[in-house]
């Protein structure tokens, strides 16, 4: 009897595609709609009105055709952009913008790692801060204005909250003030990892390289790399703060490179090493000599 279903093959198609329907459903279908294939990370908040249109001037000029949006759980990666992607922080996504393709760097960890200012400046003219980018302006966005009515449907679409008031700030903003927003909402909901330790110096280190006239010079091609888009050329100040009589403690300098400081600046101990940072010292500290040491009562 039980082979009988064999010589049938009709009978046997229909039921072979019943029990294969029936294994998707609990298998797959089922599943998607409990809670647990939904993470949402505790932390993460709705898009506003002004960052989610700035996602959508995201998703417009294809910028997620060259940055990726999220960080493997590898070490090389974790190293390079930040702590590993979790999938509760995309859930108010739709769609997601994970990206295949680096021409750019990832940007899953880009939210507030720099200030607007930073950002306006970037989008400006990206060469500005690295030269070897291929990224083109975008500097014209800031003449493109939002339109608060599209942005009330949206968001009703999105299922996100809003109220009148913030629908009507966006009057008068434009698509860079937008994409800014969004810069700074993207991984947000992760808390960023503690800086190394080993990134600072002791707290009695004096700079190795005070005395060496080598490194004046490297610390100025690194500078001008690193530093001249926020700082200035020469350390004038720009975005960043004037350098020319920035009176601290060389271990505090160090650190300060190599950490960031107060979520306006970020570290660079990730890309520089310790003789690196410590020629940039260096360099800042030849800027204006003469005015510092006066200002202590040194004799230089």
Request: net charge negative; charged share 20%; with cysteine.
């Amino acid at each position: 009897m039980a082979g009988a279903i064999y010589r049938k093959p009709i009978v046997f198609s229909i039921v072979a595609a019943l029990v294969i329907l029936a294994g998707t459903l609990a298998t797959m279908f089922i599943p998607m709609f409990t809670a647990e294939m939904h993470p949402r990370l505790a932390n993460l908040k709705p898009y506003t009105a002004l960052q989610l249109a700035g996602k959508d001037v995201y998703q417009q000029e294809g910028c997620n055709n060259c940055h990726t949006q999220t960080v493997r759980p590898l070490r090389t990666e974790v190293m390079r952009y930040g702590e590993y992607s979790k999938a509760g922080e995309f859930a108010n996504d739709r769609p997601f913008l994970w990206g295949s393709k680096r021409t750019g760097p990832d940007l899953a960890r880009i939210g507030g790692k720099y200030p607007d200012a930073w950002h306006v400046k970037h989008f400006g003219n990206p060469q500005a801060f690295f030269a070897q980018s291929n990224m083109p302006a975008y500097d014209w966005l800031a003449g493109r204005m939002l339109d608060p009515e599209a942005m009330r449907a949206r968001m009703r679409v999105n299922g996100f909250p809003f109220t009148e008031q913030e629908i009507g700030a966006l009057a008068g903003r434009s698509e860079l003030d937008a994409l800014v927003a969004y810069m700074q909402a993207i991984g947000a909901a992760v808390k960023a990892a503690a800086p190394a330790a080993a990134a600072a110096p002791p707290p009695d280190a004096t700079n190795p390289l005070a005395a060496v006239a080598a490194a004046v010079a490297d610390g100025r091609a690194l500078y001008d790399t690193h530093c001249a888009a926020c700082h200035g050329k020469g350390g004038t100040g720009d975005i960043g703060a004037n350098l020319e009589d920035f009176d601290t403690d060389d271990p505090d300098f160090y650190t300060i490179i190599a950490q960031g400081y107060e979520g306006s600046m970020p570290g660079f101990a990730d890309q520089l090493n310790s003789r690196q940072i410590w020629s940039i010292v260096t360099y800042v500290r030849s800027l204006a000599p003469v005015e510092r040491g006066a200002e202590k009562g040194e004799n230089r």
